[in-house]
Structure formats: C-alpha cells, structure tokens
C-alpha cells in the first residue's frame, strides 16, 4: 500500500507535501540527500509514487521550491520524539533555589540544608543565595564562610558547578548532584562522616517543598523557589 499521504481538505502540517505542492516546477533531492536536479512537478510526484515516498516542500522561499521524497509518516514520528526528548532535558535544567541570611541560626541552617539534600538527591541542581542586609553588605567572608561550610557537608552527593559570587547585594554558589537524575541515594552518601545528613534528608521528606517560615521579616526572601537555569 503506497505510503503517500494525499491532501484532505487542507495543510496537514507546516510543510506542504504532494498533491499540496501547486509550483510548475521543483528542484528535486532524493531520499539519500542526492540531487535530482530541476522537474516538473508532475515528474516528482511520479517519482515519488515510483519509490512509494512522498514529495514534501522543505525550502518554499527557494525559486524554484526544494522538495525531497521522504517517508513523511516517519519524518513526523521522529520530529515528535525530538520534540519530547527537548522537553524532558529542559525539565531536567531546571534549578530548586535556596536563600538564607549570613546570621542564620543554627536550627534554619540545618533546615535548609535539610531541603538542599532533598533536592540533590532528586536528581536537581541547587542555586544557594546568601542575602546581605545593611551592615551585612560589608561583611561578605560570613556569607563565603557560610557557603564553603555547605559545600563541605554537601561534598559527598554535589558538586560545585558555580563557585561563590557577589552578585549585588547577593553571594551565590550552584552545586550539581554527583548522580544522574532519578538515583536514590540512601543515608546521605555514606563516608562515616558525621554531618547529619541523613536526618536532614529524612526531616526534608517529611516537610513542604517550601522552605519552613521564620521570622516575619525574612520569610519571604528566604522561600525555596525554582529558577530555570540560564
């Protein structure tokens, strides 16, 4: 059964294909990528019945048009795929945010913490944001001091993927998982050492995805949020 696919009431999609096609003449690619040369287009639609391929236009600006034959049923069917396989890796560029103060205390540093465990054993990477505020701004090693004791703690299941930065009245650092996406990590990598990691990881399961409230004036700039990645 020919493969051709006829014209229905109308473009089947962007491109047109066979009897779509209303130029006089087309300059000709075969399925191998080869060059046909310049045909009617009586002549290619007849070509392309012989090796039961269809003509598609692939360059309508071009004088005169170019079309291949093709198997366009296939060339959908891959397009869709490519199509989704984009979309799941811009799903995965996707980066969680975790914001915290200079001054943070003990309790919401381990909390924090908690929730960047959970997210890097997600498969995610995390941007930590450290959040200087009036005085603060002039004493930006407690944020740098605060992030290298981070990344220790965090060494056995991330990365560094961007070293700390002033960013305005901002310092922030980007870690990557060490495992693929969609590896579960148990205990919290392991190693003997005592970080308290695996209680963070377990606290992190139990909380929302937000980070916990704290004091009413800094809640809202030290919510987890996500950010796509640049």
Same mark, same amino acid.
């Given at each position: 059964?020919?493969?051709? *696919?006829?014209? &229905?009431?109308?473009?089947?999609?962007?491109?047109?294909?066979?009897?779509?096609?209303?130029?006089?003449? /087309?300059?000709? /690619?075969?399925?191998?990528?080869?060059?046909?040369?310049?045909?009617?287009?009586?002549?290619?639609? &007849?070509?392309?019945?012989?090796?039961?391929?269809?003509?598609?236009?692939?360059?309508?600006?071009? =004088?005169?048009?170019?079309?291949?034959?093709?198997?366009?049923?296939?060339?959908? #069917?891959?397009?869709?795929?490519?199509?989704?396989?984009? =979309?799941?890796?811009?799903?995965?560029?996707?980066?969680?945010?975790?914001?915290?103060?200079?001054? *943070?205390?003990?309790?919401? #540093?381990?909390?924090?913490?908690?929730?960047?465990?959970?997210?890097?054993?997600?498969?995610?990477? /995390?941007?930590?944001? *450290?959040?200087?505020?009036?005085?603060?701004?002039? =004493?930006?090693?407690?944020?740098?001091?605060?992030?290298?004791?981070?990344?220790?703690?965090?060494?056995?299941?991330?990365?560094?993927?961007?070293?700390?930065?002033?960013?305005?009245?901002?310092?922030?650092?980007?870690?990557?998982?060490? =495992?693929?996406?969609?590896?579960?990590?148990?205990?919290?990598?392991?190693?003997?050492?005592?970080?308290?990691?695996?209680?963070?990881?377990?606290?992190?399961?139990?909380?929302?995805?937000?980070?916990?409230?704290?004091?009413?004036?800094?809640?809202?700039?030290?919510?987890?949020?996500?950010?796509?990645?640049?």
């Amino acid at each position: 059964m020919s493969a051709r *696919i006829a014209n &229905q009431g109308g473009p089947i999609s962007d491109l047109r294909i066979n009897d779509q096609i209303r130029t006089k003449e /087309v300059r000709l /690619v075969g399925p191998a990528g080869e060059q046909v040369g310049i045909v009617s287009i009586d002549k290619a639609l &007849q070509l392309a019945a012989d090796v039961d391929l269809d003509l598609v236009e692939v360059a309508p600006t071009a =004088r005169p048009p170019v079309c291949k034959l093709m198997d366009y049923g296939k060339y959908k #069917y891959e397009s869709a795929q490519k199509a989704r396989a984009s =979309r799941r890796n811009q799903q995965q560029t996707v980066i969680k945010e975790m914001k915290l103060r200079p001054k *943070i205390d003990k309790h919401d #540093y381990e909390t924090k913490k908690g929730h960047i465990v959970r997210f890097l054993t997600a498969g995610d990477k /995390v941007k930590i944001t *450290i959040m200087f505020r009036g005085r603060e701004q002039s =004493r930006p090693e407690l944020g740098r001091r605060l992030l290298d004791k981070l990344a220790e703690e965090l060494k056995d299941l991330a990365v560094i993927e961007s070293a700390a930065k002033q960013d305005g009245r901002n310092m922030i650092m980007v870690v990557a998982p060490i =495992r693929p996406k969609g590896e579960i990590v148990k205990g919290g990598g392991g190693g003997g050492r005592k970080s308290g990691r695996g209680g963070d990881a377990e606290q992190a399961e139990a909380a929302p995805e937000a980070a916990p409230a704290e004091a009413p004036s800094e809640a809202a700039d030290e919510a987890s949020t996500e950010t796509p990645e640049a």
